[in-house]
């Protein structure tokens, strides 16, 4: 049984750039969210996909943004890349939008910004 | 305000001894609560959760929850080397579906 799988695991991009980030949710999960998580801080919540629908949004620019696929599988974009970008972007996988569930990490891509 | 609040530490502990990590959180309305143990370069990976007051025990893992004074702790007994990691408190705020809120993590060392 996979668990939550990312790609790529690591990427050096420029300012300015654009990138896409991969994620494929544990088998028999609906729910991906994206995390982003600053050296020595904890991971920020950027959003939520369920039913191929952006569901919740933290506090992220509109350069952040996403997809679900008909596969549950998620894409994260992100736009004009700043040198503050560079972090470890973590995708979440768990089932449904309920509260009171847990949720599993994927490796999560390193993301550098030049 | 969400806020989730843990001393960063480091914490050290020698190997054997119990390790004793404290998380407070702001939102009263909280439902549920998560300790996540993170090594160094990798992702978080799900240790325990606990949704009722009280203790939940977990082989050598025990996760204590009081809402009214808005307070979560992890217990690690018989505390390992291999217990050396980066541990994340998360929240699940009242309204928020199953969004997490961190905490920044207390780094745990277990001197051999």
């Known amino acids: 049984d996979a668990g939550v799988t990312q790609s790529p695991t690591h990427l050096i991009k420029t300012r300015g750039q654009q990138v896409t980030l991969r994620c494929s949710p544990k088998?028999?999960?609906?729910?991906v969210s994206w995390y982003q998580q600053a050296l020595g801080q904890g991971p920020q919540f950027i959003f939520q996909y369920y039913e191929e629908e952006e569901r919740q949004r933290g506090n992220f620019p509109d350069r952040f943004s996403g997809h679900q696929f008909p596969n549950y599988s998620s894409e994260l974009n992100v736009n004009a890349l700043l040198l503050g970008d560079s972090a470890l972007y973590l995708c979440?996988?768990?089932?449904?939008?309920?509260?009171?569930?847990?949720?599993?990490f994927g490796q999560g891509t390193r993301l550098t910004v030049v | 305000q969400k806020e989730v609040e843990q001393n960063s530490g480091p914490l050290s502990v020698p190997e054997g001894a119990i390790a004793s990590l404290n998380c407070t959180y702001s939102?009263?309305?909280?439902?549920?609560f998560f300790w996540y143990r993170q090594y160094s370069g990798k992702s978080p990976e799900l240790i325990m959760f606990i949704y009722s007051n009280g203790d939940k025990e977990d082989g050598r893992f025990t996760a204590q929850l009081n809402k009214a004074s808005q307070y979560v702790s992890l217990l690690i007994r018989d505390s390992q080397p291999s217990d050396s990691a980066t541990y994340l408190c998360?929240?699940?705020?009242?309204?928020?579906?199953?969004?997490?809120?961190f905490g920044t993590g207390t780094s745990l060392t277990v001197i051999p």
């Open positions: 979440a996988s768990s089932s449904g939008l309920r509260a009171n569930t847990e949720a599993f």
């Open positions: 998360a929240v699940n705020p009242t309204n928020t579906g199953n969004q997490f809120y």
């Open positions: 088998s028999g999960h609906d729910t």
């Open positions: 939102d009263r309305g909280s439902q549920s």
